[in-house]
């Protein structure tokens, strides 16, 4: 993706930010933070020893420590990067360091579950602005951000009602500025929507490749000999951190099942049609999918590039 960030303010947006949790996302929001120059500090805060020591050598921040709760100490923006299913942890290990007036986010795939989590651990006056960068690679680790990652992708805020208008301005302000296109919407509706768009869709990918990886008739090394375009794109969602998904599976468990719910449905409908020759339904449903894929190019989602834009080796 080209490199299209503004250049760096004159005046940083927040005074300190601590991020917690330094994979994929959270040393995106590193890189960018220190090249737009949106804190005055940037703390990382990560509970291995070795992401620390990583983010100490890669130079991404200005302070790094496994202690969350003097990470966040003086903070004016906390950015949880860590699984849904540790958000609650972590907000009880540094509520009490909180100050009044900090804000804390996230950048977790489920919304509802994170405000239940994160909400009962913060003290008055310290506002819960949830978020959630539309964004990402199958790659983790500190080494697997990019300043650019966030560029024309969609960010999702969450606020809970009655939530600060000042704060979610500012979270708003540091979306944008990371080349973000901001959307706000209700947590449940937020879940509703990522269940269909993303949680499904990698549900599927691990199920396929995992059906494939089990056959009894065909063989591991054909499966990765052979694999088509189809199948090889979804072994790139299926490489996914499967702790991150473990968690939002588990977390966004009624959104999911209605959806599964669905899908299986349609793909009943589906069966009938192939098992019954209907070819005019297959065709039907073959060309309002594809309009839906020419949409997500045209929103500059996704690029119409052979091979979604990757290189071959040698090119």
């Not at 906390?78 to 972590?90: E, H, K, S, T, Y």
């Not at 794109?233 to 299926?238: K, N």
């Amino acid at each position: 993706m080209p490199e299209r960030l503004g250049p760096p303010r004159d005046t940083p947006l927040f005074g300190r930010v601590a991020l917690v949790g330094l994979g994929l996302i959270g040393s995106s929001i590193a890189r960018a933070t220190q090249r737009l120059k949106l804190a005055g500090t940037l703390v990382a805060i990560d509970n291995s020893e070795a992401v620390v020591a990583r983010v100490r050598d890669l130079g991404i921040a200005d302070e790094a420590t496994t202690d969350v709760a003097a990470g966040v100490k003086d903070a004016d923006l906390v950015i949880l990067c860590v699984p849904v299913g540790a958000c609650g942890a972590v907000a009880e290990a540094m509520g009490p360091s909180l100050k009044p007036g900090c804000i804390v986010s996230d950048v977790g795939s489920v919304k509802t579950s994170v405000i239940n989590q994160v909400q009962p651990h913060l003290p008055a006056g310290v506002h819960l602005v949830p978020a959630h960068p539309v964004a990402g690679t199958e790659h983790s680790g500190p080494d697997a951000g990019f300043a650019t990652l966030f560029f024309n992708r969609w960010c999702i805020l969450t606020p809970p009602e009655g939530a600060d208008e000042a704060a979610v301005a500012r979270v708003n302000a540091f979306w944008q500025t990371l080349g973000s296109k901001v959307e706000v919407m209700t947590a449940q509706h937020h879940d509703l929507v990522l269940a269909i768009t993303s949680h499904v869709p990698h549900l599927i990918a691990y199920n396929i490749v995992g059906t494939a990886a089990d056959l009894e008739t065909v063989t591991q090394g054909e499966v990765i000999k052979f694999s088509a375009g189809g199948f090889r794109d979804f072994t790139r969602i299926a490489a996914s951190d499967p702790t991150m998904w473990r968690d939002i599976f588990l977390h966004n468990k009624e959104a999911v099942l209605e959806m599964l719910g669905r899908l299986n449905e349609d793909i009943a409908l589906l069966a009938r049609a192939i098992r019954w020759g209907e070819g005019d339904k297959l065709f039907d449903l073959f060309t309002r999918t594809r309009a839906i894929r020419r949409g997500i190019i045209s929103e500059g989602q996704e690029t119409a590039e052979p091979d979604f834009g990757r290189r071959r080796e040698g090119q």
